[in-house]
C-alpha cells in the first residue's frame, strides 16, 4: 500500500499512531480483527489457522541522542510531562550514548526467530513494530500487506499479565489497524502470556545455576544455602494495575495474576536449580570433603524501575531497599534474577548492572545478574513453539506449562488488565471491554 493510497486516519507513516477512536465493542462481541477461530473469544483455540506472518511486537528505543527526547515524549504522551523532567531519565540512555539496546536486540531477536522458522521449514514472514519508535506497529503492517499478508499471528516482547505487558500490545495493534485503514482487511491473533512456557524459563534456570556455581567457586567459604540471596525481579508497577491483572474471577488477590505469574515462576526455577546442582551440574560441589550442595535457597520476588509519582502506590519492595538490609540478615551474596524481563535493555543495564549492583557494592555483597533470555536457543525455539500451538490449534491438555497457572490463554478474557487511570480502549486479540 504506497503512501498516498493511505486512508485519511492523521497519521504519517514512521511516526508512533493516534489512539483509536472506534468505541470498544460491547461485553461478548466477537473478538475484534482476530482470525475466525478466535472471534468468538474461546480461552483455548484448537482450530487451526493458516497465519501468513508473524507480527513481532515491542516497546522501541532510541538510538542515537537526537532521538532520546522524542522517544520519551512517546513514551509518555498524554501525561503532560515536560521535557526538563523527561531529561532527568534521559541520562540513562545519554550514558550508552542515546542508544537503547533494545532495538539491536530486537534485530537479533528477529533472525533467530527466521533461522528458527527456516530449520523447522516454516514459510512465515517476520514483520517487527514498535510501540514507542521506529520501525513502529503501523509501519509493520503495511510491509506485511505489501508482502501480501493478511492473517498475523503476534509475539509481543512481554511474558506477564498485565496492562503495559499485555493489554497495551492489543490496544496498540488496534490503533495500528485504524491508522493504517487495515481495519476489516487483515486479522492479528497473538500467541499465548509465555511466562510459564519452558522456552522463557529455562535461561533462568541456567543463569541461576552457573551464579551460583561461580560465586561457589570464588567463595570457597560461601554457604549457599543461608548467605546467597537470590532476588527475582521484574518491572515495578502501579498497585491499581496490578490488581486488575488476569481475570478477575481467578481470586488472584492484591498483586493480581502479575505477582502470582512471577512468583509461581521463581518457584519453579529455584526447585529446578536444586535439582540440577545435586545432579551433575553440582559435582564440584559435591567433589568437596563437605558437600555444599544447598538444601534450599533463600530467595525472594523484588520490584524494579518504578516511575510514577509518590503518591501512587506501585509494587514494593524495592530491589535496592532490600539489598541495603542484606547484611544485617547474615548474607554475603546475592544473584539478581531479572525474571520480568526477556532482554538486556534499558532497565536492566542501568537499573540492575548500574544502580543495584552499585547497592551490592556498598553494603560489601558479592554480586551477580544472570543473563535474560535474550536470543538463547531455547527460547526462540519456544516462541516458535507459541506460533505453531495456534497455527495448528493445538489442544491445551498438549501445551507445555511449567506452573498451575497456565497455560495461559490465547484469548484474553473480558475486563482483563485494565488500565486504571485510561480505562478501556478498543483492543484486539480479546474479549471487551
Not at 364 to 382: D, N, W
Amino acid at each position: 500500500m504506497a503512501i498516498e493510497q493511505l486512508p485519511s486516519t492523521g497519521w504519517t507513516p514512521g511516526t508512533k499512531p493516534p489512539a483509536a477512536t472506534s468505541a470498544p465493542l460491547a461485553p461478548g462481541a466477537v473478538v475484534s480483527a482476530a482470525s475466525e477461530p478466535a472471534q468468538s473469544g474461546p480461552e483455548t483455540v484448537e482450530t487451526p489457522v493458516a497465519y501468513d506472518g508473524i507480527l513481532l511486537a515491542s516497546f522501541g528505543g532510541p538510538e542515537g541522542q537526537d532521538d532520546v527526547i522524542p522517544f520519551l515524549r512517546n513514551v509518555t504522551r498524554g501525561r503532560g510531562i515536560p521535557d526538563e523532567r523527561l531529561e532527568e531519565v534521559a541520562v540513562h540512555y545519554r550514558h550508552h550514548g542515546g542508544m537503547s539496546p533494545i532495538n539491536k536486540q530486537n534485530r537479533e531477536l528477529k533472525a533467530a526467530l527466521e533461522v528458527e522458522l527456516k530449520r523447522r521449514g516454516i514459510d512465515l514472514p517476520v514483520f517487527w513494530g514498535n510501540r514507542n519508535w521506529a520501525p513502529y506497529t503501523p509501519d509493520a503492517l503495511l510491509e506485511a500487506k505489501e508482502a501480501g499478508c493478511t492473517k498475523l499471528i503476534a509475539i509481543a516482547t512481554s511474558a506477564y499479565s498485565s496492562y503495559s505487558s499485555c493489554r497495551q500490545y492489543r490496544e496498540d495493534f488496534a490503533d495500528a489497524l485504524e491508522a493504517t485503514g487495515l481495519q476489516g482487511e487483515m486479522q492479528i491473533d497473538k500467541v499465548r502470556q509465555f511466562f510459564d512456557h519452558p522456552g522463557f524459563v529455562t535461561p533462568f534456570i541456567d543463569g541461576l545455576r552457573d551464579d551460583l556455581l561461580s560465586l561457589a567457586a570464588e567463595h570457597p567459604e560461601l554457604d549457599l544455602a543461608n548467605e546467597v540471596e537470590v532476588l527475582f525481579t521484574t518491572h515495578s508497577v502501579p498497585t491499581s494495575d496490578a490488581a486488575k491483572s488476569g481475570p478477575a474471577e481467578r481470586g488472584f488477590g492484591e498483586g493480581g495474576a502479575y505477582a502470582a505469574q512471577h512468583l509461581a515462576v521463581a518457584g519453579v526455577v529455584v526447585e529446578a536449580v536444586l535439582e540440577e546442582l545435586k545432579g551433575e551440574a553440582g559435582i564440584a560441589l559435591k567433589a568437596e570433603e563437605h558437600s555444599r550442595v544447598p538444601e534450599s535457597l533463600s530467595w525472594q520476588l523484588v520490584y524494579q524501575s518504578r516511575s510514577g509519582p509518590p503518591s501512587q502506590p506501585w509494587l514494593e519492595p524495592d530491589i535496592n531497599d532490600v539489598i541495603e538490609e542484606l547484611p544485617a540478615k547474615g548474607k554475603k551474596a546475592v544473584v539478581v534474577v531479572p525474571v520480568g524481563f526477556v532482554s538486556d535493555h534499558m532497565e536492566v543495564l542501568w537499573d540492575l548492572d548500574n544502580e543495584a549492583k552499585e547497592t551490592a557494592e556498598e553494603q560489601q555483597l558479592a554480586f551477580r545478574r544472570t543473563p535474560t533470555p535474550g536470543v538463547h536457543a531455547e527460547y526462540v525455539k519456544g516462541l516458535v513453539d507459541l506460533v505453531l500451538e495456534r497455527r495448528d490449534g493445538t489442544p491445551r491438555a498438549e501445551r507445555l506449562a511449567l506452573t498451575e497457572l497456565g497455560p495461559w490463554y490465547d484469548i484474553c478474557r473480558p475486563g482483563c488488565c485494565e488500565n486504571q487511570r485510561l480505562g478501556f480502549k478498543p483492543a484486539t486479540a480479546g474479549l471487551a471491554p
